[in-house]
């Protein structure tokens, strides 16, 4: 769950009817089993980085910004939780070479799978299916832990960071990338009309409170902005984009038809054009 093409949702508390009503009490985005049918395999994961790889304003891409500010020495050990697929590391054979161990885990035995065939059987690479809340390694274990678009899907996100922290030495470092609470999804749900008469997003990690969450573990917090946005002149592939994301929100039951036909309603000269908020928390030291 490595993306925020993987994870850029939206929830409603109220929806135009009971059909969506239903949808989305069903489908939450830090709901186990909603999640885990979201994630069962690579397939809509990559209908969002397809996406996104398409119609980003900022051609470097989240993930290699992301590696960027990765400073992997040679020797150490990484653990990544929910890894997905393990795209960001494709092409990125230098960094691994480095890593003395570099573990990659996920919630989804599907993700793995697809991980493995993209990373293919290292030495050094191992591949867990690891619950963030949970971790089964030891303590002080690891010199850098990543967890990137995923920690707002966690049921108890304090027991996750605590979890971290234990695998994490004294001296490492954490990097959590999120997404933003002005986003693009916000202004989708809007249009839609599924915000009702109240609009609940998930906000339960974002770059504006991460920041007091991780401090409950971390001593010193840094956040990182993407500058980027969407200029989406194919109507059809943002439509793609929403349906990949039926298992979480109350789009999930709407009729391709009808999205596409409100989504038609916002195009300007055939462009839709959208904000994007993303960006990454580098957390260091004990509390």
Same mark, same amino acid.
Request: proline share 2%.
């Given at each position: 769950?490595?993306?925020?093409?993987?994870?850029? &949702?939206?929830?409603?508390?109220? !929806?135009?009817?009971? /059909?969506?009503?239903?949808?989305?009490?069903?489908?939450?985005?830090?709901?186990?089993?909603?999640?885990?049918?979201?994630?069962?395999?690579?397939?809509?994961?990559?209908?969002?980085?397809? *996406?996104?790889?398409?119609?980003?304003?900022?051609?470097? +891409?989240?993930? @290699?910004?992301?590696?960027?500010? $990765?400073?992997?020495?040679?020797?150490?050990?990484?653990?990544?939780? +929910?890894?997905?697929?393990? %795209?960001?590391?494709?092409?990125?054979?230098?960094?691994?070479?480095?890593?003395?161990?570099?573990?990659?885990?996920? *919630? !989804?035995?599907?993700?793995?799978?697809?991980?493995?065939?993209?990373?293919?059987?290292?030495?050094?690479?191992?591949?867990?299916?690891?619950?963030?809340?949970?971790? @089964?390694?030891?303590?002080?274990?690891?010199?850098?832990?990543?967890?990137?678009?995923?920690? $707002?899907?966690?049921?108890? &996100?304090?027991?996750?960071?605590?979890?971290? /922290?234990?695998?994490?030495?004294?001296?490492?470092?954490?990097?959590?990338?999120?997404?933003?609470?002005?986003?693009?999804? %916000? &202004? &989708?749900?809007?249009?839609?009309?599924?915000?009702?008469?109240?609009?609940? @997003? #998930?906000?339960?990690?974002?770059?504006? #409170? +991460?920041?007091?969450?991780?401090?409950?573990?971390?001593?010193?917090?840094?956040?990182?902005?993407?500058?980027?946005?969407?200029?989406?002149?194919?109507?059809?592939?943002?439509?793609?984009?929403?349906?990949?994301?039926?298992?979480?929100? +109350?789009?999930?039951?709407?009729?391709?038809?009808?999205?596409? /036909?409100?989504?038609?309603?916002?195009?300007?000269?055939?462009?839709?054009?959208?904000?994007?908020?993303?960006?990454?928390?580098?957390? /260091?030291?004990?509390?």
């Amino acid at each position: 769950m490595t993306w925020p093409q993987g994870h850029t &949702i939206f929830l409603t508390r109220q !929806s135009l009817d009971i /059909r969506r009503q239903n949808s989305m009490k069903m489908g939450s985005s830090n709901d186990k089993e909603a999640v885990k049918a979201q994630y069962a395999s690579s397939k809509s994961l990559d209908t969002r980085i397809n *996406f996104h790889n398409m119609y980003s304003t900022n051609k470097m +891409g989240f993930g @290699p910004w992301l590696i960027s500010n $990765y400073e992997i020495k040679e020797g150490m050990r990484v653990l990544e939780l +929910g890894a997905g697929t393990g %795209d960001m590391w494709n092409g990125h054979d230098d960094l691994i070479t480095k890593c003395d161990k570099l573990v990659l885990s996920d *919630f !989804s035995e599907g993700m793995l799978d697809t991980a493995r065939k993209n990373i293919g059987e290292r030495a050094n690479v191992e591949y867990k299916q690891i619950d963030v809340q949970n971790i @089964p390694l030891e303590d002080n274990s690891f010199d850098i832990v990543i967890a990137n678009m995923m920690l $707002y899907h966690v049921p108890d &996100i304090g027991k996750a960071i605590s979890e971290i /922290r234990r695998v994490l030495r004294d001296d490492g470092v954490f990097y959590s990338a999120t997404y933003g609470e002005h986003n693009f999804n %916000d &202004i &989708i749900a809007e249009w839609f009309g599924l915000i009702g008469e109240s609009y609940d @997003p #998930n906000h339960l990690f974002t770059l504006q #409170n +991460g920041g007091d969450v991780l401090g409950k573990e971390f001593a010193e917090i840094e956040v990182r902005r993407y500058e980027d946005s969407l200029h989406v002149t194919n109507v059809d592939d943002l439509a793609d984009y929403l349906q990949s994301l039926k298992a979480l929100h +109350g789009i999930g039951t709407m009729g391709r038809d009808e999205i596409l /036909r409100m989504l038609s309603a916002h195009e300007e000269n055939g462009v839709i054009n959208l904000q994007k908020e993303y960006g990454t928390f580098i957390a /260091r030291g004990v509390k």
